[in-house]
């Protein structure tokens, strides 16, 4: 299961810089991303978070 996550992640941060959001060093150890960009992906992400929990919460209900 581990494997899947990693190699999820690799795709991610893969795409996070091919758009532009952040950048890989040449050797491919660091990844950077921009403070404001990131506060920006991080609050849309707990937003869809949150609604799905929400969501998951009513349907429990």
């Given at each position: 299961m581990f494997l899947y996550?990693?190699?999820?992640?690799?795709?991610?941060?893969g795409w996070l810089?091919?758009?532009g959001i952040g950048s890989i060093d040449p050797?491919?150890?660091v990844f950077s991303i921009e403070i404001d960009r990131l506060a920006e992906w991080l609050?849309?992400?707990l937003g869809i978070a949150a609604t799905f929990a929400?969501?998951?919460f009513a349907k429990h209900r």
């Open positions: 996550i990693r190699v999820a992640l690799y795709v991610f941060f810089a091919g758009a050797t491919g150890r609050v849309s992400g929400v969501s998951r």
